[in-house]
């Protein structure tokens, strides 16, 4: 079965400096990797996904995630933090159930909290 | 991008009333939604998975005679928390799923908070 660790519970920085968010899955075939962001009382937004195609995955809001197979990683990147990314953070993998249906396993979050 | 629709956003209900949630894929056809519960400062908690035309499948420890899940249509989910008490009381969000190959997003509606009183 597939499992995801996101590696920080919370994540401190402060504006204008880079953001590194960790992420490792486990998984017996060759996953498929999200990264949503949750706003206080809001729902989930894509911020990106890997399916097999280009290693290093750009998102949105220069966000950007690299596969990593050897260490089975997904860490979420971004150059320049900015007061708007302060949010919750989670790193998703997606499993096969039956019947080409997919179930998606979520990781615990990182908060991410930003620094004037 | 593909939208998900989630109805209402807010509900406050008294303790042993049913409330109904509908969450509507906008612009593509969802074979698949997925309902989840989230605690505050927690992650999501699967409840229960909702394929169109067939019965939900349940997580673990979920009753699913209490969150009664119908997915009459390929747009249309809807949860009901019957009986609801104050413990039910949680941010419920759905999501749905494009069909097809794998690795397909998930888009997500924007929760509804539930407040049982």
């Known amino acids: 079965a597939q499992s995801v660790t996101q590696l920080d519970s919370h994540v401190s920085v402060s504006e204008g400096t880079p953001v590194l968010l960790r992420c490792n899955y486990s998984?017996?075939?060759?996953?498929?990797l999200f990264w949503y962001v949750q706003h206080p009382n809001k729902g989930l937004q894509l911020l990106l996904k890997y399916t097999s195609a280009a290693t290093l995955v750009k998102g949105i809001n220069g966000f950007e995630a690299e596969f990593k197979k050897s260490e089975t990683s997904f860490h979420l990147t971004k150059p320049s933090a900015h007061m708007s990314d302060a949010a919750e953070y989670f790193c998703v993998v997606s499993d096969y159930m039956i019947k080409g249906t997919y179930k998606y396993i979520f990781g615990t979050g990182t908060r991410l909290k930003v620094l004037a | 991008g593909a939208v998900v629709s989630q109805h209402p956003s807010w509900v406050i209900c008294k303790s042993g009333t049913s409330v109904k949630i509908e969450c509507r894929s906008l612009d593509f056809q969802a074979t698949t939604m997925f309902w989840y519960r989230q605690f505050p400062k927690q992650s999501l908690m699967l409840m229960a998975t909702s394929n169109e035309g067939s019965k939900a499948t349940y997580e673990q420890g979920v009753e699913k005679d209490k969150f009664l899940i119908n997915h009459a249509s390929l747009t249309l989910s809807t949860l009901t928390v019957t009986s609801a008490h104050p413990e039910d009381s949680s941010f419920y969000i759905c999501s749905a799923s494009t069909p097809g190959a794998p690795g397909n997003t998930i888009y997500f509606g924007e929760g509804s908070w539930l407040t049982v009183v």
């Open positions: 998984s017996s075939y060759s996953p498929s």
